[in-house]
């Protein structure tokens, strides 16, 4: 297995940790319970079909986002690899 595969595998592995670490913290807490009151009650709004096509939009979205923030992340640690890959060659 290549080094750049192996580190890539390995940013991947940590950004998937601290996101899961987002998911059962405190400090997030009384936001997430917000949002899942708002949430239902969205939903409850909702005819059967508009809750699926919700759904399907909302899964998506998330894979958006979290798409979009790996990509920030690998991209800040392959810039701080580089960036003290320079320092340490002058």
Avoid: C
Wanted: charged residues 25%; without cysteine; hydrophobic residues 40%.
């Amino acid at each position: 297995m290549s080094s750049l595969h192996w580190r890539n595998n390995s940013l991947i592995h940590r950004f998937d940790k601290l996101a899961d670490e987002t998911e059962t913290s405190m400090f997030f807490q009384p936001m997430t319970e917000q949002l899942s009151v708002l949430e239902m009650e969205f939903l409850h709004s909702l005819e059967p079909d508009q809750r699926a096509l919700f759904r399907e939009w909302q899964d998506k979205e998330l894979t958006l986002g979290y798409m979009k923030k790996e990509w920030i992340y690998v991209r800040g640690v392959q810039d701080g690899i580089q960036i003290l890959s320079q320092l340490y060659s002058e």
